[in-house]
DNA sequence: CAACTGACGATAG
DNA sequence: CCTATCGCCAGTT
């Protein structure tokens, strides 16, 4: 399993309405220093895999793309799942990040 | 093989 | 809050 199959497979668990960083997808797939793969994996693969590219922002919780280059798309496509966004343009990550399997041995 | 490219992230000022 | 820099990894050229 390379790098890049892993953070494939993480993107593709991101449930809707909910969203995650570059970093958090990297660490998840098990490099912390990987979001720029993440970045190009949603470059190359997103079609290809159908990821939801859209549930994915920077870890400031604010959507990376520029006004007019996929911003009111991505921002249109999280609204529809119910995600809310402040006036400054950002997600609350206190309720919409989301965090991979967490309920697990929660038993001692 | 070296340089360049990314929708990034942390840090410093 | 904002800009500037450096570090990171992998795919392209």
Redesign the pocket.
């Known amino acids: 399993m ?3 199959e892993s953070i494939i497979a993480c993107l593709k668990q991101i449930p809707c309405g909910m969203v995650a ?4 997808i ?1 660490t998840l797939a098990g ?1 912390p ?12 693969s ?1 079609k290809k895999y159908s990821l939801p ?2 549930r ?5 919780g604010t ?4 006004p007019g ?2 911003y009111e798309m ?1 921002r249109s496509m999280l609204e529809s799942e119910g995600i809310e966004f402040t006036k ?1 343009g ?1 997600i609350d990550f206190n309720r919409y990040q989301w965090k991979p399997s967490l309920i697990k041995e929660l038993e001692d």
């Open positions: 390379t790098l890049s960083s570059y970093g958090q990297a490099n220093r990987a979001a720029r793969q993440v970045v190009r994996l949603l470059h190359t997103t590219w859209h994915v922002v920077n870890s400031k959507i990376s793309l520029k280059s996929g991505q400054t950002r």
